[in-house]
């Protein structure tokens, strides 16, 4: 069974800095794209960054140049640098990876809150 665990999240301040990291473990054979998302009260859950195998990036044009998003293939966690918040980027904050194990699935974490306070 694979699980995903997020941790580093809490209360920051206004142009503070986070990190979030998310650790997969159970029976799998590989990891592809590794992905953050967050979710704030009211609105649906959004794509923060993602990162493939081969360490393309993404990022959503709202965190561009803020947060930073990486993997450490030989742990398998993903991590998100959040640099220079902001009060909306307060929110749920979920990773996502796409895992092959006996059959290739997305697993989600539980989710962690982080919220940025002015």
């Known amino acids: 069974q694979v699980q995903l665990v997020e941790s580093g999240g809490g209360l920051v301040q206004v142009g503070g800095s986070q990190r979030l990291s998310c650790t997969a473990s159970g029976d799998f054979s590989s990891i592809g794209t590794m992905t953050w998302y967050r979710q704030t009260p009211g609105k649906q859950r959004e794509l923060v960054a993602s990162i493939s195998r081969s360490l393309t990036t993404n990022y959503a044009d709202p965190v561009k140049g803020r947060f930073t998003i990486s993997r450490d293939n030989t742990v398998n966690t993903l991590f998100l640098q959040m640099n220079s918040v902001r009060v909306e980027d307060t929110g749920v904050y979920y990773c996502?990876?796409?895992?092959?194990?006996?059959?290739?699935?997305?697993?989600w974490g539980q989710g962690i809150q982080v919220t940025v306070s002015s």
């Open positions: 996502k990876m796409i895992i092959t194990s006996q059959t290739l699935g997305s697993y």
